[in-house]
């Protein structure tokens, strides 16, 4: 059980460049995010998705895609990447806890993403 | 926009000494929760305290919840060095609990 597993872990774009982010989860979760983390600013959430098939906005989409075809993997795509977009990316999942009403979030090891 | 702020944003103390952080947040919740990140890894799942709860236990973990005050507080008894990492808090976002908003976070740094 490899929870949920992130690709590539590193990775240097120049501006205008493409890249895909792939984001992998063994747990059958229905949620997947997309966050990314900046110095001094926490988690912010790009994109997630509430099922196969569905994607939906989160706090910073500009600049991002994202595609679930398979329930078990969520991929974050970078048309043409811009030196704003240098971060670490992290991808997570969840299924609701329904006595709580709650949706802990696992997360994965991050992409380090640089953008020159 | 961050719904959770971490408060202090950085404490440095001796093992062996109890570590107090401090979460506010601005809008009614379902529950709260806390999460622990390591130096260069994802974000681990501590502990999570619901709405109608003031007060929960995990190991070494004490979490508080003052929802008349909007705020919350993780206390880790006894410090360890491995507890060395960022702490975040994280609540529903408005309008849907599958969204999770988490605060800045908080480093903490136990010093052997």
């Known amino acids: 059980n490899a929870g949920v597993t992130q690709t590539p872990k590193f990775r240097v774009l120049k501006t205008g460049q493409s890249m895909t982010l792939l984001c992998a989860q063994d747990m059958n979760h229905e949620y997947m995010y997309w966050y990314r983390q900046d110095p001094g600013m926490g988690l912010r959430l790009i994109h997630y998705s509430v099922g196969e098939g569905t994607t939906a906005k989160g706090e910073v989409p500009d600049g991002y895609n994202v595609s679930r075809l398979k329930k078990q993997n969520f991929l974050l795509g970078l048309e043409s990447a811009a030196p704003s977009q240098t971060s670490v990316y992290f991808c997570?999942?969840?299924?609701?806890?329904?006595?709580?009403?709650?949706?802990?979030?696992?997360f994965g090891p991050g992409t380090r993403l640089t953008v020159t | 926009s961050q719904q959770g702020e971490e408060d202090p944003q950085a404490l440095s103390i001796q093992e062996g000494e109890n570590a107090t952080m401090n979460c506010s947040y601005k809008t009614s919740i379902n529950n709260l929760q806390w999460y622990r990140q390591n130096s260069g890894r994802g974000l681990v799942h501590l502990i999570l305290?619901?709405?109608?709860?003031r007060e929960k236990h995990s190991g070494r973990l004490r979490v508080t919840l003052d929802t008349s005050k909007k705020s919350s507080s993780l206390l880790i008894t006894a410090s360890r060095a491995a507890d060395t990492a960022s702490y975040f808090c994280?609540?529903?976002?408005?309008?849907?609990?599958?969204?999770?908003?988490f605060g800045k976070g908080m480093k903490l740094t136990v010093n052997p």
């Open positions: 994280a609540t529903d976002a408005e309008g849907g609990s599958e969204k999770l908003v």
């Open positions: 305290i619901r709405s109608n709860e």
């Open positions: 997570a999942s969840s299924s609701i806890r329904a006595l709580v009403f709650s949706y802990e979030q696992y």
